[in-house]
């Protein structure tokens, strides 16, 4: 009989992820991938994470392993809202935080909660994959801000009401964005969070990297410029391990009950036990002796890949040397394509991401995206180093073959 | 200024669980709760958990804690499709399980790909309110299938073309069901899925009660009987721990891309320590040591429970002994409202939860769950004899005041 399945309209928009796609291809063995976004596993406290298991199991072994509240862990909760107040100037209270599977879940709410059919929201130019598939099956028109090295043009942003007239909201990532690696500097945020203000569309600030600052704190969020205004969403992937899923969302008090009916609906709640566990390990303050370690690692990653750069890459590549996260992004001179390249970069043994697949309209062809967390120092050099051949043999063909 | 957040328009048909509502008046200290759905944490198996935890720590620390594919964990997915062959009648492979966060995911994903606003979606009468919950945002129309103590009527899924057309899917819940506590026997599942089959619409079947069997296994899965039309929900919640939040769904291999790709929108993955934790515990046969004994601890329960009603309750009160699981389903003599009563009952300090909560539409006011998984049995023994109080109390009020 012929197929009984009616899929729903949203899932026509739905489509593999592109990187997903990647990642698979650069999973043979000996790839030295710089493609992923995935942190270095040095720098995930075992030792640390296998003692809580283990107390958390002896202490509370039933409250742990039961059913709990949608909400999340009272003292997780609590610590969140402590560390966003002491760390990025916002004045929030511990019931504003709701506790997801990661802060990709945070986004999957957000959407559920704010887009419908057609009503437009705003991203960054370019901008996190992961949001555009989370906010995808809800089907918003999604709309271009305009953008420069330091992040959104406030004008484009005060034009929004005749732009994209019913924006439902803004999706920031202030701190070293993925996949740019740029940072808003205090005069920015004050435009952007002001401009918002003024045109009456709200922001989502997704904060994944902002304690991976090398030289300089970032300094206060923007949620904490227009409070009212703001859904903030933390994680714990980077500085602490991606692997159990957690992150939280802070809401204002008006909005924080749908979007806790929303996490009910979508998964009861985020396991109790990893929430017990991570509160476990950071409790007593672990995050200030552990962060620095990983800040100091990746910088000098971000140094071995900035020196490869500029010792392997062709001239012409455009690029600035990022100030914290994971990432260096680079515009390829001018008749390269990243999508084309892909293939020939992975036969000689290296992966990138092509830049393309971070815009919601008229994607970059010439932006690639090099991830300098999860190789070593010397794997860096080796894989820029391959890189470099790749566009260098590139280009010479390129130029060898007279335009038609 | 103004509230600057327009919520969506699913949005307004979500609102707060009439269950986790009860729930927080419930948690006053010294109720009775026979309301929840919350598995007898003495069943939790802590020192194999705890074990697990410190293995895979120490053998696959950096695996374990690092980004995993939204797909799940290779050999979880292998044993759950050697489960469901061996003890459902099933003939799927390791490909078409996807690993999800609590089977409540798997409600959401299916929602997610399947319902469009208005598309109607067959429930049985009663049904699991979890899954209204999660359906709830993708806008569909809930059609009440008619139903009689062995489940739906094979009668009202034939007329689905006609009475509901365009179904996208029935929910069906055979075994021990949440909340009736009823079980489809062998020639009831052969009827509804014929009769599913002729009328094109496919099946998304829940079960995570099946192992929780007192007798008799209750027999081969509906996905069985027709595998092209039917998603399958499983769970670990009831025979491991809620508290990992670890379930899978089992799809035909044409809508499996989709449900994937829905699920590294919602949260990319579900944690691969938790999976790998759960496969360290049940890769050696564990489960089939440890379920017989949750069944022989919930048959006592059940018992207690049975016992109890018979000598407490009053005449006029409605139900069926369940043959597993974890409910009985009670219809209070005519003249009494289990939602009014509720209060009266948390006064005199026990809960249930109104079966009100488990329509789409036209509750019966006089319905109502108790749990008899959570307590001991002196404890429901206590517990009904206050109900029955509470009831007696009531009948004799009811019977006080003359009809106007």
């Given at each position: ?144 801000l305009a953008?420069d090295?330091n992040g959104p043009l406030p004008e484009a942003i005060a034009e929004l ?26 005069e920015r945020r004050d435009a952007v969070m002001a401009a918002a203000?003024a045109a ?205």
């Open positions: 009989m012929s197929n009984p399945w009616t899929l729903a309209h949203r899932a026509a928009r739905m489509n593999p992820s592109i990187i997903r796609e990647i990642l698979k291809v650069t999973e043979k063995p000996g790839i030295l991938s710089m493609a992923g976004g995935l942190p270095s596993s040095d720098t995930f406290p075992v030792e640390e994470i296998k003692a809580a298991c283990a107390k958390v199991l002896t202490d509370n072994p039933r409250e742990s392993l039961q059913y709990a509240a949608s909400e999340g862990f009272a003292p997780l909760r609590e610590w969140a809202a402590a560390r966003v107040n002491a760390e990025l100037g916002m004045d929030v209270s511990p019931d504003q935080v709701l506790v997801t599977s990661g802060s990709q879940q945070g986004l999957d709410l957000v959407g559920k909660i704010l887009c419908d059919q057609g009503a437009p929201v705003a991203v960054e130019t370019p901008t996190y994959l992961g949001a555009l598939q989370a906010f995808t099956p809800y089907e918003p028109l999604f709309h271009s953008s090295i009401p005749r732009t994209a007239p019913g924006t439902r909201f803004m999706y920031l990532l202030p701190n070293f964005q993925n996949p740019t690696g740029r940072v808003m500097p205090a203000q009456g569309v709200p922001v989502v600030e997704d904060n994944p990297y902002g304690d991976l600052w090398f030289d300089e704190h970032p300094g206060a969020s923007l949620s904490s410029r227009w409070a009212e205004g703001s859904i903030y969403l933390g994680s714990f992937s980077k500085i602490l391990t991606p692997g159990f899923r957690l992150g939280y969302a802070i809401a204002p008090k008006a909005l924080y009950p749908k979007l806790l009916q929303a996490k009910q609906a979508a998964d009861l709640h985020t396991p109790g036990f990893n929430q017990r566990v991570v509160y476990e390990v950071i409790k007593d303050g672990f995050l200030d002796r552990h962060i620095p370690s990983i800040r100091a690692r990746y910088k000098a990653n971000r140094d071995a890949m900035a020196k490869a750069i500029k010792e392997h890459l062709p001239a012409g590549c455009e690029y600035a040397e990022p100030k914290g996260g994971m990432f260096f992004w680079i515009r390829l001179p001018e008749g390269l394509n990243a999508i084309e390249l892909l293939s020939l970069a992975v036969d000689a043994g290296i992966a990138f991401v092509p830049g393309a697949a971070f815009y919601a309209a008229n994607p970059d062809p010439r932006a690639l995206r090099l991830s300098f967390v999860t190789l070593t120092p010397d794997q860096i050099e080796k894989g820029v180093a391959i890189l470099g051949k790749v566009l260098h043999d590139a280009l010479n063909s390129t130029h060898a073959i007279p335009t038609p």
